[in-house]
T-cell receptor, first 114, second 112 residues
Framework: AQKITQTQPGMFVQEKEAVTLDCTYDTSDQSYGLFWYKQPSSGEMIFLIYQGSYDEQNATEGRYSLNFQKARKSANLVISASQLGDSAMYFCAMRGRNFNKFYFGSGTKLNVKP | DSGVTQTPKHLITATGQRVTLRCSPRSGDLSVYWYQQSLDQGLQFLIQYYNGEERAKGNILERFSAQQFPDLHSELNLSSLELGDSALYFC???????????FGPGTRLTVL
């Protein structure tokens, strides 16, 4: 069975500091994709970053990077130089070999302090 | 703005009623996904369509149904509504059956 686990319900970070949001996954598929989404208080879901299971390099998108450790089945999101606008819920998600289904974690609420 | 549109933005109705939520995917996207986000259940995948055909089903109740039309817009029908159906319903689209999904702003359904 596919499963995504986010063990940090809430986190605080000081503005301009880096923060790591944890995500572990469980799958028996050899091919899969990992995603991170941001959900601000306004409610919309914003795609941040994608990592394929066969990608050898960690994905990066601006201030976002994905620390992909395949053997440990972890896909942590690193946000560098946090900004007040980064305060939001962050969801880790996985697409398995059955491409049609996405599995989401329970989310981490990040608060950036000025 | 993701390019995915959903209407209505808010919907308030009573138990036992039926409602229809509408979604228009991004231009060029063939896949449409529906999700339910509630406080106690988190984000739950409901159903996916690809180019008019149902491709995957998640935790969708029998009281719920969906379809994707030839112009690729999709509708989610919720019937015999219960208080527990109150949630934020998202539509997402993607170009293919895989790849990143782009979410619409959601429809907040309140069942009284």
């Amino acid at each position: 069975a596919q499963k995504i686990t986010q063990t940090q319900p809430g986190m605080f970070v000081q503005e301009k500091e880096a923060v790591t949001l944890d995500c572990t996954y469980d799958t028996s598929d050899q091919s899969y994709g990992l995603f991170w989404y941001k959900q601000p208080s306004s409610g919309e879901m914003i795609f941040l970053i994608y990592q394929g299971s066969y990608d050898e390099q960690n994905a990066t998108e601006g201030r976002y990077s994905l620390n992909f450790q395949k053997a440990r089945k972890s896909a942590n999101l690193v946000i560098s130089a946090s900004q007040l606008g980064d305060s939001a819920m962050y969801f880790c998600a996985m697409r398995g070999r059955n491409f049609n289904k996405f599995y989401f974690g329970s989310g981490t609420k990040l608060n950036v302090k000025p | 703005d993701s390019g995915v549109t959903q209407t209505p933005k808010h919907l308030i109705t009573a138990t036992g009623q039926r409602v229809t939520l509408r979604c228009s995917p991004r231009s060029g996207d063939l896949s449409v996904y529906w999700y339910q986000q509630s406080l106690d259940q988190g984000l739950q995948f409901l159903i996916q369509y690809y180019n008019g055909e149902e491709r995957a089903k998640g935790n969708i109740l029998e009281r719920f149904s969906a379809q994707q039309f030839p112009d690729l817009h999709s509708e989610l029908n919720l019937s015999s509504l219960e208080l527990g159906d109150s949630a934020l319903y998202f539509c997402a689209s993607s170009v293919e059956q895989a790849g990143e999904q782009f979410f619409g702003p959601g429809t907040r359904l309140t069942v009284l």
